[in-house]
C-alpha cells in the first residue's frame, strides 16, 4: 500500500458523519480533522476526532491531501468550494443540475489559482447516474434516457426547505410517477414532461407563529428545486416528523431505451437502493477522493467531474489486481 491519504471534512451533518464512516472502511485513508461552524469544544466531548473551527482551515495547508466538502448546495458549496480549492485539493456533491456548468468554471478558476485538483458534483446524481446516462447514450445513440429518483429523501432539497424563514425543520421526500415508468419497461419511449415523472412532497415543522401559507408558497414556487413538480406540503409537528421521517432512505435508476441494427429493441437500465441516502453518497466521496488524489500526484490541476476521473483511480486495488479479479 502506498501513502495514506489524509482526508479533512468540511461541516458535519448527515453527510459529514458518513465521510467519516467511510474513511474508517478505507485502510489507505485516515481522518485528519473535521471542520465546523459550530463550536469544537461541543462536538469534541467523547469522540477520538479533532474538530477545528471552519477559520482554522489555512493552517493546515500542506497536511490534509484532500478536503471533503459536505455543506449544502443551496448555499454553502458555492462559497465553500471555491473558497478552499484554493488551497486543497476537493471533493464535493454541489448537486443543483441547472448551476452545475457556473459552479464548475468558478471552482476551475480557483483551483488553478492555487495549482490544486477539485472533483465537483459527485456522489449518486449527479455521479453515478451521470456516467451511466453518458454510457448508455454512448452504446445506444439512437434511443431514449430516463431518470426515476426515489421513493426517497433529498438530502438537498430538505436543506432548501429548511433554509426558508419561518421553518424549523423539514424533509423531502422525490416520489416516481408509477405509470410512466411501466411504460418505459414495457418498450414504450414517451415524450415526458418533468411533473409526468415525479412528485415531490414535503413534511414542514414551521416555526411557532409563522405564517404557513408564506412557507407553502416559497416552496412550491421555488426555481431548480420544486417549481418544476407537483409538490405537496404536509405541516406536522417535530415529534411527528422525527417518529415518521427520521430515516434517509432513497435511490433510483437511470433506464435508456433504444435500438441497434435494424430495429432490434435494446434497455439498459442502472439501479440504486438505499437504506441510507447521506452514508452512500458519503462512500462515493471518498472513493472520489481517492481519485483526486491519484490525480493531483499526477500534476492534474482544475475543476473534474466523474466524467474526468478514470474508474481504476476510484479503487484502492493496484491496476495488475482489477485486471486479475474484476475484468
Not at 133 to 153: Q, S
Not at 234 to 242: A, I, R
Not at 248 to 267: A, D, E, L
Request: proline share 5%.
Amino acid at each position: 500500500m502506498g501513502k495514506t491519504i489524509k482526508i479533512g471534512i468540511v461541516g458535519y451533518g448527515n453527510l459529514g458523519k458518513g465521510v467519516r464512516q467511510a474513511i474508517g472502511q478505507n485502510p489507505d485513508m485516515e481522518l485528519a480533522a473535521v471542520f465546523t461552524r459550530r463550536e469544537p469544544a461541543g462536538l469534541q466531548a467523547g469522540e477520538n476526532v479533532r474538530f477545528e473551527a471552519f477559520s482554522a482551515i489555512e493552517s493546515y495547508i500542506g497536511n490534509i491531501d484532500v478536503m471533503i466538502l459536505c455543506g449544502g448546495s443551496a448555499t454553502d458549496l458555492p462559497e465553500q468550494t471555491p473558497h478552499i480549492a484554493r488551497w486543497f485539493h476537493t471533493v464535493d456533491s454541489f448537486d443543483t443540475h441547472a448551476k452545475i456548468p457556473e459552479f464548475f468554471e468558478t471552482v476551475d478558476a480557483a483551483a488553478w489559482q492555487g495549482g490544486k485538483l477539485s472533483i465537483i458534483s459527485t456522489g449518486w446524481d449527479p455521479g453515478l447516474f451521470s456516467l451511466n446516462r453518458l454510457l448508455a447514450e454512448a452504446i445506444l445513440p439512437e434511443g431514449k434516457e430516463y431518470t426515476f429518483w426515489g421513493k426517497g429523501v433529498s438530502q438537498g432539497h430538505s436543506d432548501a426547505i429548511r433554509r426558508i424563514p419561518g421553518v424549523k425543520a423539514g424533509v423531502q421526500y422525490t416520489v416516481p410517477v408509477p405509470e410512466a415508468i411501466e411504460r418505459i419497461r414495457s418498450g414504450e419511449t414517451p415524450d415526458l414532461q418533468t411533473r409526468e415523472k415525479h412528485s415531490r412532497h414535503c413534511y414542514v415543522v414551521a416555526e411557532d407563529g409563522a405564517d404557513k401559507e408564506r412557507i407553502r408558497e416559497a416552496i412550491v414556487t421555488m426555481p431548480n428545486y420544486f417549481a418544476d413538480y407537483d409538490t405537496t406540503v404536509t405541516f406536522v409537528s417535530e415529534e411527528e416528523l422525527k417518529a415518521e421521517h427520521g430515516g434517509m432512505p432513497h435511490g433510483g435508476f437511470v433506464i435508456r431505451s433504444g435500438t441497434t441494427g435494424s430495429g432490434t429493441k435494446q434497455r439498459i437500465e442502472f439501479g440504486l437502493t438505499l437504506g441510507s441516502n447521506p452514508e452512500f453518497t458519503a462512500s462515493v466521496l471518498v472513493a472520489c477522493a481517492r481519485a483526486g488524489f491519484r490525480l493531483g500526484e499526477q500534476g492534474a490541476v482544475g475543476a473534474r467531474t466523474i466524467f474526468d476521473l478514470p474508474l481504476g483511480l476510484l479503487s484502492p486495488k493496484s491496476p495488475e489486481q482489477l485486471r486479475r479479479e474484476l475484468l
